[in-house]
């Protein structure tokens, strides 16, 4: 698993004016960057992002660098790092342009996970921290926008809170239920390879041509974006290929 992750997002944000809790420009913008690393590394067969990271987990035969950790890393951050700075006046509009000081960058690690559950695990947690952070900053920042309250006050009246409070809070203060956000603010993307007539076997057991005819199927795949739960076992009870390679 490679994750890449924005570095000093947070002086990044405040620097572009990203909206508050949640700028649906600058998740698009991930998650296109995201896309555009699949569609380049075929070895990645599900990408997970919210905020400003994204984990993308390589089929259990990949052997792309002959699985150089330094080789993917530096890869998969470069690529993603172009990508998100290619596409930014897409999505963020001509009228906020990034200034040479004030570049968006992005760091990146490589994780080997000893087994399905481990990995299943490790999404189950970026999943359950989208939303224990999205609820957080939801909750926060109706109370400094809505509530006009500083954020010193803001953070020290939900210190110590539970779930159930910052509901209450939401809902009792400012008429807001959580539970109708839209799903990509509290369940974060889901981008899975939508493959059809593609063997997925060994690239040891492939030749030359063979690999080539795969390699080339599978940059055309469609990447299928979801913002739905994978922490259940419906999700992979579904997509049995996932794990299976």
Known sequence: MIRVDGRG?????DRYNFEKPNDLRALTLMNESAKVVMRDITDVILAYGDSDEYSFVLRKQCQLFERRESKLISTFVSTFTAAYNQ?????????????VGHMPTFDSRAVV???DKILRDYL??????CHINNLYNTTFWALVLKGNQTRTAAALRLKDTFSKDKNEILFS????????EPEIFKKGTILLRVTKDVTLKNPQDLSERQLQREEKKLKKAE???????LIGDDFWN?????LNN
Do not use: C
Request: glycine share 4%; aromatic share 18%.
């Open 113 to 115: 996970y000893p087994s």
């Open 238 to 242: 579904e997509r049995p290929w996932i």
């Open 9 to 13: 997002f947070h002086r990044f944000s």
């Open 87 to 99: 596409l930014w006046s897409v999505h963020m509009g001509p009228d906020a342009p990034l200034d």
């Open 173 to 180: 203060e400012f008429g807001i239920n959580y539970n109708n």
């Open 124 to 129: 189950s947690w970026r999943q359950a921290d």
């Open 223 to 229: 990447i299928q974006q979801l913002h739905i739960d």
